[in-house]
């Protein structure tokens, strides 16, 4: 019996807050348990039902992971040798590998949702990182949120915990609305409050909304 891993992630874009990479693994009878229960791409879903799906699909699955990347880790990726592509790619290897690991016997057909525009190249990237992936089928697609049942899990358990943790933010910081670059609230937070948190941990500093701000002003006082 086949089982299938779908992988993906939340919170690629956001200025504010960490990258979620989730993975949820399936057989055949719980993929249409949860086509039955509606899971679907999480982006098309309000955070209150997604709540509630997410219980129905970590009670309905093989196994699941959900791991955040900080935006540390994402500003060392994009500001260094690497990049966000490669930086995901590792991430859902990590993913991949450790629940591969719980499951050596079974056939495991890995579903990802593709970050890149050349699907080839990253995939060949994401493989360099999967241990034994000479055992596992992996497909990287873009959409595949929306077309596969394993990776719609998988984009609801990670905007949960990335919705999550944006709440935890928001306890200790204050209203940063969504942390994308595009919120308003979320611009007034970054020009009213962002010097004040800057070494908090929480931005993005390799950004371009963080670079437009706050690179001017350093370079305004040396000058």
Not at 130 to 144: G, P, Q, T
Not at 163 to 176: L, M, W
Request: charged letters at 30%; one cysteine or more.
């Amino acid at each position: 019996m086949m089982l299938t891993l779908g992988i993906d992630d939340a919170g690629r874009g956001p200025l504010i807050g960490p990258m979620i990479i989730s993975g949820v693994l399936l057989s055949r009878d719980q993929e249409g348990k949860l086509k039955t229960n509606k899971i679907r791409d999480s982006k098309v879903v309000e955070h209150g039902e997604r709540i509630k799906l997410e219980k129905i699909i970590k009670e309905n699955c093989e196994s699941y992971e959900v791991i955040a990347i900080s935006p540390e880790e994402i500003d060392e990726a994009v500001l260094g040798k690497t990049n966000l592509n490669t930086l995901e790619a590792k991430k859902m290897a990590e993913v991949i590998n450790k629940i591969s690991s719980r499951f050596r016997d079974k056939k495991i057909k890995v579903v990802v949702d593709c970050p890149s525009v050349n699907i080839t190249s990253w995939r060949n990237k994401l493989l360099s990182f999967v241990e034994n992936y000479e055992n596992l089928e992996v497909i990287c697609e873009h959409k595949a949120d929306a077309n596969h049942v394993s990776v719609s899990a998988a984009s609801i358990l990670a905007k949960c915990k990335r919705e999550e943790e944006v709440a935890k933010i928001k306890k200790q910081y204050g209203d940063i609305g969504s942390g994308y670059p595009s919120d308003p609230t979320t611009k007034e937070f970054l020009k009213k409050r962002g010097a004040e948190f800057k070494d908090s941990g929480i931005f993005r500093k390799s950004w371009a909304t963080w670079k437009a701000i706050f690179n001017q002003n350093e370079q305004k006082t040396l000058f």
